[in-house]
């Protein structure tokens, strides 16, 4: 549209018989013809704009110095608006996929954690009954995977049996599920 606006704004130029013939013809290779003025737009917006805009400002009226500034400055600000729109978008996708990545991490972690605690309750578990009671428990304490797990949880062995007590639902047995979702919530309050 701006080629063929400016196309019809030199015309009165190119054609007037007492004008500079050789600026004429400059003018006419930049804007004579509706393709001529539309490989020059492509030049003004993608490559080197001043030899355009120069022929025109300085050889046929200032008013185009405007033209092509505002012209510039708009495509300028739209290539740009849209780069930065993509620019956006692609930056919440990502982060989209960083938290969903992060949560799928989290359940993984948190499986792994649950079939670990449930391989210790069954080591701990002697009689295989399917409780386990503080006596059964407490001799597992020197063990240095129990160490290491309670130590991870920032358990203080020296609080151990009020943990326990807290993991009991009164009956002084713990079940697995006892045991895992005790755990579970100690670890998510460390």
Same mark, same amino acid.
């Given at each position: 549209?701006?080629?063929?606006?400016?196309?019809?704004?030199?015309?009165?130029?190119?054609?007037?018989?007492?004008?500079?013939?050789?600026?004429?013809?400059?003018?006419?290779?930049?804007?004579?013809?509706?393709?001529?003025?539309?490989?020059?737009?492509?030049?003004?917006?993608?490559?080197?704009?001043?030899?355009?805009?120069?022929?025109?400002?300085?050889?046929?009226?200032?008013?185009?110095?405007?033209?092509?500034?505002?012209?510039?400055?708009?495509?300028?600000?739209?290539?740009?608006?849209?780069?930065?729109?993509?620019?956006?978008?692609?930056?919440?996708?990502?982060?989209?996929?960083?938290? /969903?990545?992060?949560?799928?991490?989290? $359940?993984?972690?948190?499986? *792994? !954690?649950? @079939?670990?605690?449930?391989? #210790?309750?069954?080591?701990?578990?002697?009689?295989?009954?399917?409780?386990?009671?503080? /006596?059964?428990?407490?001799?597992?304490? $020197?063990?240095?995977?129990? *160490? !290491?797990? @309670?130590?991870?949880?920032? #358990?203080?062995?020296?609080?151990?049996?009020?943990?326990?007590?807290?993991?009991?639902?009164?009956?002084?047995?713990?079940?697995?599920?006892?045991?895992?979702?005790?755990?579970?919530?100690?670890?998510?309050?460390?």
């Amino acid at each position: 549209i701006a080629g063929m606006l400016l196309s019809q704004l030199v015309e009165g130029f190119l054609t007037n018989p007492d004008g500079n013939k050789q600026l004429q013809r400059q003018v006419f290779l930049y804007y004579g013809t509706f393709w001529r003025s539309m490989i020059t737009m492509f030049e003004i917006t993608f490559a080197n704009w001043a030899p355009a805009c120069r022929l025109l400002l300085d050889n046929v009226g200032e008013g185009f110095g405007l033209f092509f500034l505002v012209y510039r400055c708009a495509i300028g600000f739209a290539v740009l608006a849209v780069i930065q729109a993509v620019f956006i978008q692609q930056t919440m996708k990502t982060a989209q996929q960083d938290v /969903e990545f992060m949560m799928r991490q989290k $359940s993984n972690e948190k499986a *792994k !954690l649950i @079939l670990r605690l449930q391989s #210790i309750f069954k080591a701990v578990d002697e009689s295989g009954d399917g409780y386990v009671c503080w /006596e059964e428990f407490e001799p597992h304490l $020197s063990d240095p995977n129990m *160490k !290491l797990m @309670l130590s991870t949880l920032e #358990i203080d062995m020296k609080d151990i049996r009020t943990v326990f007590q807290l993991m009991d639902d009164g009956d002084g047995l713990l079940t697995v599920e006892e045991f895992t979702t005790g755990v579970l919530s100690l670890k998510g309050s460390a």
